[in-house]
Every structure is written in structure tokens, then in C-alpha cells.
């Protein structure tokens, strides 16, 4: 077994505001909670679900107070969860599959809600995400389940857990893949002042477009003027779910590099197509960030080679068991590389997306809240390119410059930035960056806390066991108790 496997063994213990022992010194300015959403249970009925990515969801929160650092987790209590626990039934979900029914009833309205990707601020909701459209509302205190958000008038079957914030113009921007006779890519937001008394969270259509072959896509990229989807050659025929045996939603899925990736430019006042742009093929989950400049769109991703990573991050591949093509442990080899893509977008720009490799090695990207949609400096992320232990990053965008954090054995997760609220002058890495990380040795999992600035480790907090490794999570400078 490799050394990281307890980043991928089921936790059942559940705390309720547990003070946690620091080592080091947390800035008492920090003040709200940590919220992450990830698998905290790999087996149901006693069989193992397949993928990483369909563990039945925790959350956890580590609640900042005076220098002071509390835990509480526990498991999202959706149907899927009550139904795993209770009769030992797998939902039909990202690559496992359950059974032919579950497998069409995902398909024609009623998709899993084991939301375990991300959670997300909407309106005055807190939301745990996944890429079923379900929105599984959550009490931040308690992180008890609260009901899922009402379905509205945007259709899709396959959603963003990535949603964008857009502060200026007070909304937050998502979109949906729909899947039926004809295939269709939405985008919609949801403003901030609803409408009328009850319409907290309305989804507003923005732009559509028809598509043959509709991509899988994770993540997407917003400036002030477009909203643009990032199209990989990782493409499904929609009938393929219907059929018998057809396996995980993501077993459809067929890499075909000859389409290249494309560039979908959409206007966001208009919502016409304003660029289509074809360019050399590869994969990704994740945006970075992106901006206008001189009449282009400016979108900064981690990029992959081929949509081999998915394949990667099966249960059986990260654990070294045989079973599956190229089997083998392969967490150590997602070599996600930081790239810029300059797209042209305004007349007379030309058609030709020019392409800049940044930094090797690197996942779970993020930004300072304030540097979104801006030409901005600083990204953070995962430092994944050294065996037995990923790291974290802070890459300089405009030069490729790195700082690096690495502790032997241990393997961090996606690093938040949190800026100062004192130092809002600088807001970009005036500020802390927390990111969970497991100790491979001690087989416990602990919260690190760094300098923006210097990247240096300000602190540690010490969690009791070990946290499964998760996905995105969010801080909520509001949620102090
Ligand atoms: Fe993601």
C-alpha cells in the first residue's frame, strides 16, 4: 500500500467544535471558518465505490477565533447517505455505478445528492455541491442538512461545482450541460438582489449553445465582460447513458484529440458567442482565473496532456491494486501544468490562442478573492511534482516564479488564501493561506497555516485522526460560531 492510502480510508468519527492543539502561532486577526467538502466513506454494503470522487460526503469545519482553531466534521446526511447507511445501496454516481434503474433514474430526474466537490455561498444559502444538479443547502454551524434548494426553469443533468463571483456586479455565475435530443451548454447567474420575497437563488439564463458532442467540463473562467467555457476533447454521445451496462457517468466519456480544445467566448451582457476558438488538445478540471486585456480573454488553467488523470484517480489506481489498465500508484504522477491561454476575441485579433507554460506540477489552484477577473500576480496551489508528498505553491503568473512549502511525508490539499481584513491595501497575498494536509507518518491529518506573503508556515493545528483526502472548500469570514 502506498504511503498516502490513509488519504483514501473512510473516517467515521464526527466532532462537534473540538479545540484543536496548535503548534506555532495562528494571527488573531483570522476570524470565521474553513469549510471543506470531500469522500469521507469509501464503502457502502460492503462494496468499495470505484473513484475517488464518489465517497459519500463529509464536511469539515475549522472555526478560527483570538489565535484559537476548532473542529467539527460530519457526514452530509442527503437520502444517498441514509440509503448507504441504512439498506447498503450505492448510488448511481461519477464512475460507479449502481443498478440499471438507480443508473436511468440518474439519469431522468433523480441524480444522487451525495454532494461531496465544493460548497458555495449563494444568496443567504451555504450549499455542498457535486456535478448532479442538486444544491444540498447545509447549516453552517452544525453542517446539518437543511433540504435541497427548489429545481427552477435552467435544465441540465450535468452541473458546475465551480461556481464564479462576480462582486461588482453582485451575482454568482454557473452553468449546466443538458443532455436530450438536442445537447446544450447553459449559463446562467443568480443575482445577489432577487427579484421578488422567496426568489433567493434564482438561476437566470445567460447563453446557450447547442452542441453534438457535449464535453465533460469541471470548472469554467469569468471576466467582467465573457463568460467562457473551456472545451476538452473528452467527449460523450448522450445515448451511450441509456444503455444497459454502460457503467459510471464518466465511463461514457471517449478522449478524441483530433477535435483539439476549444474556446467558447460568451458575451455576458448579450449572451451571443462572441469567439469560437479551436486550439491543440488537452485536458483540465480546473480554471485559475482569468481577465480581459487589448481585446483578448486572458485564462489561466491547469493543464493535462490527455484525460488520462481521470482514469488515474480510479480507487484501484491509487492503490496500487492490478485491475485496470496502467494500474499502478498514481497519485504521485498528476503532473497538472499551470499554463496562460491569450484567446482573441475582438476583431482584429486574429484567431490564434497562444499558449504559456507557467509552472509543472500543480492542482487545486487558487486566487485572493480580490485578484478575480483583475490582471493579477499570485496563484496558489498544490505542489505535486516531488514523490511522497505533494506540497503547496505560490506561482508568480507573470514571471512563472515559485514558492514552495514541502513537509517529508506529508500530503497537503487545496490551498485557500485568506486576506487580511486590516491590510486591504495589498489584498492580494497580505494575508494567510490554510490548506489540510496528512501526516503519511503519524497517519494524522493537520491544518497548516501559512504567510501569504513569505510562504512560510505560521502554524499547525493538530487534528486527531486522519481526514480523507477532499476536494474544495471555501472560507466564510461570517460564520464564527
Ligand atoms: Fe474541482
Known amino acids: 500500500m502506498p504511503a498516502y492510502s490513509p488519504g483514501f480510508r473512510s473516517l467515521d468519527a464526527e466532532h462537534d467544535d473540538l479545540s484543536l492543539d496548535v503548534d506555532g502561532e495562528i494571527p488573531a486577526w483570522l476570524s470565521g471558518s474553513l469549510v471543506r467538502n470531500g469522500p469521507g466513506k469509501f464503502e457502502v454494503g460492503g462494496r468499495r465505490v470505484e473513484h475517488w470522487f464518489d465517497g459519500l460526503a463529509m464536511l469539515h469545519k475549522f472555526r478560527f477565533d483570538g489565535g484559537d482553531v476548532a473542529y467539527s466534521n460530519r457526514f452530509l446526511r442527503t437520502e444517498t447517505y441514509r440509503r448507504a447507511v441504512e439498506e447498503g445501496t450505492i448510488a448511481s454516481q461519477f ?16 441524480p444522487t445528492d451525495n454532494a461531496n466537490v465544493n460548497v458555495a455561498r449563494v444568496g443567504g444559502d451555504y450549499l455542498a455541491l457535486t456535478e448532479t444538479p442538486r444544491r444540498v443547502r447545509f447549516d453552517p454551524e452544525t453542517l446539518a442538512v437543511r433540504g435541497d434548494l427548489p429545481a427552477d426553469d435552467v435544465p441540465g443533468h450535468h452541473v458546475t461545482a465551480h461556481f464564479q463571483r462576480d462582486d461588482r456586479r453582485g451575482e454568482t455565475v454557473g452553468y449546466a450541460t443538458e443532455f436530450g435530443r438536442t445537447n446544450r451548454y447553459r449559463i446562467y447567474r443568480v443575482p445577489d438582489d432577487p427579484p421578488g420575497p422567496g426568489a433567493g437563488a434564482e438561476r437566470v439564463p445567460v447563453a446557450s449553445l447547442e452542441v453534438e458532442r457535449p464535453a465533460y467540463l469541471h470548472s469554467f473562467a469569468l471576466t ?5 467555457l473551456v472545451e476538452p476533447p473528452f467527449v ?16 461514457n466519456y471517449r478522449w478524441r484529440p483530433e477535435r483539439g480544445t476549444r474556446f467558447l467566448v ?21 480554471t485559475v482565473n482569468a481577465f480581459d486585456a487589448e481585446g483578448h480573454v486572458v485564462v489561466d488553467l491547469v493543464a493535462y496532456e490527455d484525460a488520462d488523470i481521470v482514469e488515474n484517480l480510479f480507487m484501484s489506481s491509487v492503490e496500487g491494486e492490478a485491475g485496470r489498465p496502467d494500474s499502478g500508484p498514481e497519485l504521485d504522477a498528476a503532473e497538472g ?18 499558449r504559456r507554460d507557467r509552472y509543472t506540477g500543480t492542482e487545486l489552484p487558487r486566487v485572493a478573492p480580490g485578484a478575480r ?17 505533494n506540497g ?4 508568480n503568473v507573470e514571471t512563472g516564479e515559485a514558492t514552495e512549502w514541502w513537509a517529508e511525508g506529508h500530503y497537503a490539499g487545496e490551498p485557500i488564501f485568506v486576506p487580511n481584513p486590516d491590510d486591504a491595501a495589498v489584498p492580494e497575498d497580505r494575508g494567510v493561506v490554510l490548506a489540510p494536509a496528512l501526516d503519511t507518518e503519524s497517519e494524522q491529518s493537520l491544518l497548516v497555516v501559512l504567510d501569504g506573503e513569505t510562504f512560510e508556515e505560521l502554524a499547525r493545528a493538530q487534528v486527531p485522526h486522519h481526514i480523507p483526502f477532499g476536494f474544495h472548500g471555501e472560507f466564510f469570514p461570517e460564520v464564527v460560531s
Open 95 to 110: 464512475a460507479t455505478s449502481g443498478s440499471y434503474l438507480d443508473q436511468l433514474k440518474s439519469f431522468l430526474g433523480d
Open 224 to 228: 467582467r465582460r465573457y463568460a467562457v
Open 236 to 251: 460523450v454521445n448522450p445515448m451511450r447513458f441509456l444503455l444497459p451496462g454502460s457503467g459510471g457517468f464518466i465511463d
Open 266 to 286: 460568451f458575451d455576458r451582457e448579450s449572451g451571443e458567442l462572441a469567439a469560437e476558438r479551436r486550439t491543440a488538445p488537452f485536458f483540465f478540471f480546473h
Open 337 to 354: 501544468e499551470l499554463a496562460r491561454f491569450r484567446v482573441p476575441v475582438e476583431e482584429g485579433t486574429g484567431t490564434t490562442v497562444e
Open 373 to 389: 477577473m483583475d490582471r493579477y500576480r499570485f496563484a496558489y496551489g498544490q505542489a505535486t511534482a516531488r514523490e511522497g508528498q
Open 392 to 395: 503547496l505553491v505560490k506561482v
